[in-house]
Structure formats: structure tokens, C-alpha cells
């Protein structure tokens, strides 16, 4: 996969690469090189089947990272293609035509993270959050406490604790500090 990274650094402009496994490797691409680079790995290098597409909320630095995972079933190697975008205005050129599958992830990010993909199938349809209104659940600044709190009723004999707390008294109750 080093070999592969090397050849393809000067043609797409990699950015960092990360060997996880001996097959298994991520690499960063600008965003503008994405579809030309799939495009190439899946007619020329053999990467033939989209195994995810996923998002990171990077809230500090204010951006998404996209994580498009391909694999080559004859190789048994999975290539990790990582892309950032701006988080104030998300969206990527979606990648439908490359893989009809892409359509599903793109839904479900659009959804959850807010990440617009252009022309993608269905993309303004309710998919998974049939008539939600708040921001996207999976955005790290939707606050799930205020959410659930402005939402459910308090049901009696109901408590809360802390995590922590609670685990060192029901492993260990002789402990008092």
C-alpha cells in the first residue's frame, strides 16, 4: 500500500498517510481530488466495493472529516480515503455514480451531520429521522441532556448519577472515601 501512496502522491496531492494494518491504510485527499482518485482506484487499482462512507465532527477546528473506506477483494486490502470540509458550510460532490450505495451513507449524513451531497438520490428526503426540526443529532454542539430533558416527561422513582460514581459503589461498597 506504501507503494501504491507513493505512486499516487505527486498525480492527487495526498496529504498524510496512516498504516493501521498491513491492510489497512488512510490517507488524506483535497477534496477536489476525491472523485478522480476513486474513480482511478476503482477502474485501475482494483478497489472495487464502497465498504462505508462516514463523518468525523472535528467541533474544535471547526470542520468534518469524510472517511470513505474501498476495498479490493483480490488484494484483501482496505484503503481509508479522508476528506475535510468546512463545517459552516458542508458539503461534498456526492460519489452515487461511482457507487449507487453511496446514496444510502449520503442520506444518512445528511441527516444526521447536516453534510449536503449535491445531486444525490433522495438526499432532502426524511430517511432516518422521520419530521425531525433540530440541528443534526450527530453534531457535537446538539445537546442530547437539554434534548431529552425539553422532550420526555421525568418519570417518578427515576434517578441519575454519575457514571463513575455509581460503578465504585456497586464494585465496591466497603469503599466510603
Known amino acids: 500500500m506504501i507503494e501504491l501512496y507513493e505512486q499516487l502522491k505527486q498525480r492527487y496531492a495526498l496529504g498524510e498517510i496512516s498504516v493501521q494494518r498491513f491492510d489497512l491504510v488512510f490517507i488524506t485527499v ?3 481530488n476525491l472523485a478522480s482518485l476513486l474513480l482511478y482506484l476503482r477502474d485501475t487499482e482494483g478497489f472495487t466495493h464502497l465498504v462505508l462512507l462516514t463523518a468525523v465532527d472535528w467541533i474544535e477546528d471547526n470542520k468534518f472529516q469524510l472517511t470513505y473506506l474501498i476495498n479490493n477483494r483480490e488484494s484483501a486490502t482496505d484503503l481509508g480515503l479522508r476528506v475535510i470540509i468546512d463545517r459552516d458550510e458542508a458539503s461534498m460532490e456526492s460519489i452515487h455514480d461511482l457507487w449507487p450505495t453511496a446514496a444510502t451513507y449520503q442520506r444518512e449524513l445528511k441527516e444526521m451531520f447536516g453534510i449536503d451531497f449535491p445531486g444525490s438520490p433522495r438526499i432532502d428526503e426524511d430517511f432516518i429521522l422521520e419530521g425531525w426540526t433540530e440541528i443534526p443529532p450527530y453534531r457535537r454542539d446538539f445537546d442530547t441532556l437539554e434534548y431529552s430533558r425539553d422532550t420526555y416527561l421525568e418519570r417518578p422513582g427515576r434517578s441519575t448519577s454519575d457514571p463513575a460514581q ?4 456497586l464494585f465496591y461498597p466497603e469503599d466510603k472515601d
Open 30 to 32: 483535497p477534496r477536489e
Open 166 to 169: 455509581h460503578m465504585k459503589q
